[in-house]
């Protein structure tokens, strides 16, 4: 059983930055791979990013690639979403997943462990 925690959402403005953190606990040893997903009012939970357990394999979506920066501290057990530049579209639950499966997915079924989900708001 892995568990997973948030933090770091919040209220910001367009253009600004935030960073959020997923630090896991339990059996971590087990997990190949972690994502962020996210889940805005009225609409699926979408993939934003991946990384592989060694950290050399990462993955984007479209919307976004150059903006955001996903990396992983294996001696912590976290793994860090760097977001920059922030749209109002952004605005979401955002949460975090593990896999003990699959190394690197978009794949919502590929993680069999997720976070409670930590809130970004994005003003204009």
């Known amino acids: 059983q892995v568990r997973l925690v948030e933090s770091g959402g919040g209220l910001v403005q367009a253009g600004d930055s935030l960073r959020l953190s997923c630090t896991a606990s339990g059996r971590t040893s087990g997990i190949r791979g972690r994502g962020w997903f996210r889940q805005a009012p009225g609409k699926d939970r979408e993939f934003v990013a991946s990384?592989?357990?060694?950290?050399?394999?990462?993955d984007y979506a479209d919307s976004v690639k150059g903006r955001f920066t996903i990396s992983i501290d294996n001696a912590r057990n976290t793994v860090d979403l760097q977001m920059n530049s922030l749209k109002p579209e952004d605005t979401a639950d955002y949460f975090c997943?593990?896999?003990?499966?699959?190394?690197?997915?978009?794949?919502?079924?590929?993680?069999?462990?997720w976070g409670q989900g930590t809130q970004v708001t994005v003003s204009r």
């Open positions: 990384i592989a357990r060694s950290g050399l394999s990462v």
């Open positions: 997943a593990a896999s003990d499966g699959v190394g690197l997915t978009r794949n919502i079924g590929g993680y069999n462990s």
